[in-house]
């Protein structure tokens, strides 16, 4: 089945500066890739995605990128804010149904 | 839409005791998820239904776990007898159909069974 590894596990980062979240995944016919942020105590909240036929996405602060060939997917998160602090997930679907399967998270600390 | 509900928010329980965990789906989704969230193991998918009809259940820990769906507006999760060890958050999450993959996540039920 399907692996998705996630780093870092913590980040912390200044306002203002940027935060990149990497993740790698074991199946090469993976196509959805989402990412989704938690703050404390609530649901994750789906904030970006990219299918396997785009290579960057791109929402205000916010972007993707896919490397389909290394098996690798990225998300960037540009001028960071406190309320940017949360965990973020990522996760990969390769099932016809819609599955996923997800990273492990990575808790991003902004201070101010 | 008022998006994937879940209840009870919270529920403590007696070890032993049977747990029913309750959920609705965004209406008109097609597909229905039902994840366990711990600090040691992450995100894990238990369940997942298409059309109501339980696709994969590889994911339930074990026979003391089951879910049904007996129809398009209404799933439930039990577990029975409960153990300490099945404290954790549940969540539910719906998505429009298996081509369109963006799940949405209810509000979770944090158990705690002492």
């Known amino acids: 089945g399907e692996n998705v590894e996630q780093h870092p596990s913590t980040l912390s980062v200044q306002e203002g500066d940027s935060a990149v979240i990497k993740c790698t995944y074991s199946d090469s016919a993976s196509n959805y890739f989402p990412w989704y942020k938690q703050e404390l105590g609530k649901r994750p909240q789906l904030i970006i995605d990219?299918?396997?036929?785009?290579g960057e996405k791109k929402d205000q602060r916010i972007a993707v990128t896919l490397n389909k060939t290394a098996k690798h997917f990225s998300l960037h998160i540009t001028e960071t804010q406190p309320e940017d602090s949360a965990v973020y997930f990522c996760?990969?679907?390769?099932?016809?149904?819609?599955?996923?399967?997800f990273g492990a998270g990575t808790q991003v600390v902004v201070t101010p | 839409d008022a998006g994937v509900i879940q209840s009870p928010r919270h529920e403590v329980t007696e070890m032993g005791q049977e747990v029913t965990l309750r959920c609705k789906p965004i209406s008109g989704h097609n597909s229905l998820f039902w994840y366990r969230q711990t600090m040691m193991r992450g995100l894990e998918l238990l369940i997942y239904?298409?059309?109501?009809?339980?696709?994969?259940d590889s994911g339930m820990p074990e026979d003391r776990f089951s879910a049904k769906m007996p129809n398009a507006s209404f799933s439930t999760l039990k577990i029975q007898p409960s153990e300490p060890r099945d404290s954790a958050v549940y969540f539910c999450a719906s998505s429009p159909t298996a081509a369109r993959a963006e799940a949405f996540f209810g509000q979770g039920t944090r158990l705690t069974v002492v």
């Open positions: 996760a990969a679907s390769s099932d016809s149904w819609g599955k996923l399967q």
């Open positions: 990219i299918r396997s036929n785009v």
């Open positions: 239904f298409n059309n109501n009809v339980p696709i994969d």
